[in-house]
């Protein structure tokens, strides 16, 4: 079935699972904000960077948002001169 962005959503994922890709049928690897069919199936990185760049560059943008925010609370708990943790 074909889909174009116009029908590719961003959307808070509470149900963490590694469904199919709506598209291609490959495996998913879900973060919680992800590109979905407006019917609520998941999309794979790879469909999302085909179909839709702009959403998947925004959830891709929000999550390296999210780790660098990450490292620096590690930051702030143990002192700026310590190694993060690898994300």
Do not use: F
């Not at 702009?54 to 390296?64: F, H, K, T, W």
Request: charge should be negative; include cysteine; hydrophobic fraction near 35%.
């Amino acid at each position: 079935m074909s889909r174009d962005k116009d029908s590719l959503v961003i959307r808070l994922n509470s149900i963490i699972t590694n469904d199919p890709c709506a598209l291609c049928g490959a495996r998913t690897d879900p973060s919680g904000v992800d590109l979905m069919t407006e019917d609520s199936r998941l999309v794979c990185v790879p469909c999302g960077r085909e179909h839709a760049p702009e959403l998947q560059g925004l959830i891709d943008l929000a999550n390296a948002a999210s780790a660098y925010a990450e490292i620096g609370r590690w930051q702030m708990e143990h002192g700026a001169t310590s190694s993060p943790p690898p994300y």
